[in-house]
């Protein structure tokens, strides 16, 4: 072992304690039954039983929802802040960044507290709004981001080949902030498909999602079944990020 | 070509960023079908200029016209030009066929003639294997082919070139160069180019715009540019040459390095000081001392590949530089003759620095936005505008600029034989000229000190 490689051996430990190890015991846990024996039975407990796969669809439907909401919102708020003619202060940046800062179960229950003040009714709406407003920061910035760094002769090459100030949006800059957009894509749609806090202090527990039903289930000492249901999200947190993988190689060096 | 129309008028364009002037009142007419070159140092405006026409930037002043149309305000879209951009600005996400397509696309043209012509232009740019390939795989000329083919598709009526060639290696911009100049006379469509390499304009313009620092220093063909100089500024940046300090006698007698030439020159008057050009090539050098007109010793020789390159030092202590085909030892003397019409007689822009100036006391007098010393006057009252001139030999540049009483940086230096003939940028953006035999090179900061006696105040003339 040369000498400069010994400086990757904390990261090396950290990396098998905390990401390896958790892995193999979820899986360990996910095919053994409460005796130890090997089983599938944890998962087709799940997909026999309806509450689990509705919360399961429900849960997806919350992410998707939440994260189109955050791409229509926060598109045009990074589209706003990268533009020097719109956004000369660097303040107001930090302002649409500033939430990140906060500890997002204090956010949450702010939020929840401001729902009940104004005497909204808890539920599927509120659920959104707080989401939206939890994640809408990891939206914007990827997205802000690279469209601050594009190469504004890009633009300048479309309206001189004849598109409008609108062809020119849809036609080059949108496609080319693709890769901003999937990134936030993975940074809001990920965590809000495990999310159970939000979900828990904004609907008063009237909605559970999948990362609830997974903390009751371990909580509740239901190791196997909890470990089996992490690995289910785990499966689909793979899936989409695959989705932003293949984007990259075709996108790679591009921008 | 001088019955064809005009398709660019530009009038009286000005433009500044702060208070940096970058156009200053710029006209130039370009011909239906010509291929006319802005060339000029970096920062001359010369992009600015072309960017304006293409409809990024606006000037401050002053209306651009294509085909008698004013465009002044017209949105990039809508003009009738293309651009190829310096750095290609090819989009990433769209392959060869749909780069080129792009403005075809936008204009509604329809698909199978969409087809035929990006066919068409990409066999023009010898491009026809790489419509499906993705423009980041290109190499840098390949990339600059499939820039010319997206822009002339759309058949513009004029081209603009940003620097189209400066990302190139050598051998590939030669080549590119006699491919830009077949394509123009196919296309017969106008080519407006901004270079800096001084080379590649003479070789492909028919017209060249001479630019510096915002201003036009000459118009003319590649041939008059090289051969007729207008002004120093332009003797020197295009190709090499000897420029010297001059005396028109009379009509067709100038007095230079000490002696006088028969020229071709007339009209200056006599006695007039004036500033020669005389190109390297043209100063026939000999073993023969007796028949020549003057002489020199050899001081430097070098091998250049066609010609050899020397430095001489003249009988009357001039430098000058020759190219010949032959090699002459250093420390050989030499004759040298230079023929009536190879000897290029230019009027001066100025002989002597003169500015507009305030007494501030009966020895301190402000030009230049600083205060300067001078000498005892009682002609004068404090308050009073005056006129103020200092000879280019009574500059007094120091290393240091905290220690001079202004502090300017060398914009421009220009070798007159004997001594450099400076011009410095003060801080406040204003000129100053100096000789000296100094060395400096451009971008240097200095301070500048002007001797009390050197400081000539007289009476403004209105």
């Known amino acids: 072992m040369t000498k400069r490689s010994t400086w990757a051996l904390p990261y090396a430990i950290f990396l098998v304690l905390f990401v390896a190890l958790p892995l193999i015991l979820i899986m360990f846990y996910a095919f053994r039954d409460a005796g130890g024996d090997f089983t599938f039975g944890n998962f087709v407990k799940f997909f026999t039983d309806k509450d689990a796969i509705e919360t399961f669809a429900l849960s997806l439907e919350v992410a998707i929802e939440n994260t189109g909401i955050c791409i229509l919102l926060g598109y045009p708020a990074a589209w706003i802040l990268a533009n020097k003619k719109l956004n000369k202060s660097a303040v107001t940046i930090v302002l649409f960044i500033m939430p990140m800062w906060i500890n997002a179960l204090m956010r949450t229950l702010a939020t929840a507290e401001l729902f009940n003040v104004l005497g909204f009714q808890l539920g599927k709406g509120t659920l959104l709004a707080g989401m939206v407003y939890d994640y809408l920061p990891f939206m914007i910035y990827p997205i802000y981001n690279i469209l601050e760094k594009m190469d504004k002769s890009y633009a300048e090459a479309a309206s001189d080949l004849g598109a409008t100030p609108w062809q020119v949006f849809w036609k080059v800059q949108v496609p080319l902030s693709m890769p901003g957009v999937i990134s936030g894509i993975m940074m809001v749609f990920m965590p809000t498909v495990s999310t159970f806090a939000i979900s828990e202090f904004l609907t008063n527990n009237k909605i559970k999602l999948f990362g609830t039903i997974i903390q009751e289930n371990i909580n509740s000492g239901m190791w196997n079944y909890g470990a089996a249901l992490s690995l289910v999200m785990l499966v689909i947190i793979g899936i989409t990020s695959l989705l932003q993988d293949s984007k990259k190689n075709l996108n790679e060096g591009r921008v | 070509m001088n019955n064809r129309e005009n398709i660019i008028e530009i009038k009286n364009v000005s433009k500044s960023f702060g208070d940096k002037c970058i156009l200053n009142n710029v006209s130039i007419s370009v011909k239906q079908g010509e291929f006319l070159t802005l060339l000029g140092p970096s920062g001359c405006g010369k992009t600015t200029l072309l960017r304006m026409i293409a409809g990024f930037g606006s000037p401050d002043s002053g209306e651009i016209l294509i085909n008698g149309t004013d465009i002044t305000d017209m949105p990039p879209h809508e003009r009738p030009v293309n651009t190829v951009f310096q750095r290609?600005?090819?989009?990433?996400?769209?392959?060869?066929?749909?780069?080129?397509?792009?403005?075809?696309?936008?204009?509604?043209?329809?698909?199978?003639?969409?087809?035929?012509?990006?066919?068409?232009?990409?066999?023009?740019v010898s491009m026809t294997d790489y419509e499906d390939r993705d423009v980041e795989s290109l190499s840098g000329g390949q990339q600059q082919r499939v820039a010319i083919a997206r822009a002339i598709v759309n058949q513009p009526k004029v081209l603009l070139l940003d620097e189209p060639l400066s990302a190139l290696d050598l051998k590939m911009r030669?080549?590119?160069?006699?491919?830009?100049?077949?394509?123009?006379?196919?296309?017969?469509?106008?080519?407006?180019?901004?270079?800096?390499d001084q080379e590649e304009a003479l070789t492909l313009?028919?017209?060249?715009?001479?630019?510096?620092?915002?201003?036009?220093?000459?118009?003319?063909?590649?041939?008059?540019?090289?051969?007729?100089?207008q002004n120093a500024f332009v003797a020197d940046f295009i190709g090499e040459s000897n420029i010297l300090n001059g005396k028109m006698i009379k009509d067709k007698l100038v007095e230079f390095a000490g002696h006088e030439f028969e020229c071709v020159d007339e009209g200056f008057g006599e006695n007039v000081d004036v500033d020669v050009v005389v190109r390297p090539e043209d100063i026939y050098i000999t073993n023969k001392v007796e028949s020549a007109q003057f002489t020199a010793k050899v001081k430097s020789c070098t091998f250049k590949g066609v010609h050899y390159e020397m430095f001489v030092d003249t009988d009357k202590g001039y430098e000058l530089m020759i190219q010949d085909y032959n090699a002459f030892e250093p420390d050989t003397e030499v004759g040298l003759i230079i023929r009536p019409a190879d000897i290029q007689v230019m009027h001066k822009e100025r002989s002597v620095n003169t500015y507009e100036g305030e007494i501030i006391s009966e020895n301190k007098v402000k030009f230049l936005n600083a205060e300067w010393e001078c000498e005892p006057q009682t002609e004068f009252e404090p308050g009073q505008k005056v006129n103020v001139s200092v000879n280019f030999s009574n500059v007094d540049l120091i290393d240091h600029p905290e220690d001079g009483t202004l502090e300017g940086e060398v914009y421009f230096l220009l070798y007159k034989g004997n001594h450099y003939h400076l011009t410095v940028m003060t801080d406040h953006r204003e000129y100053i000229w100096v000789d000296t035999n100094d060395i400096w090179d451009k971008g240097d900061l200095v301070g500048i000190?002007?001797?009390?006696?050197?400081?000539?105040?007289?009476?403004l003339d209105d």
Not at chain 2, 88 to 116: S, T, W
Not at chain 2, 210 to 222: F, H
Not at chain 2, 449 to 459: G, Q
């Open chain 2, 174 to 196: 030669k080549d590119m160069q006699i491919e830009l100049k077949e394509m123009h006379r196919k296309l017969g469509i106008t080519f407006i180019y901004v270079t800096h």
């Open chain 2, 88 to 124: 290609y600005a090819l989009f990433p996400h769209l392959d060869v066929y749909e780069n080129i397509a792009f403005g075809l696309k936008l204009h509604k043209v329809p698909e199978d003639e969409i087809d035929k012509r990006v066919r068409k232009v990409l066999k023009m």
């Open chain 2, 449 to 459: 000190n002007i001797a009390p006696k050197d400081i000539k105040i007289t009476k």
């Open chain 2, 205 to 229: 313009s028919d017209t060249i715009v001479v630019l510096d620092n915002g201003d036009i220093k000459q118009i003319g063909t590649p041939t008059d540019i090289y051969n007729e100089p």
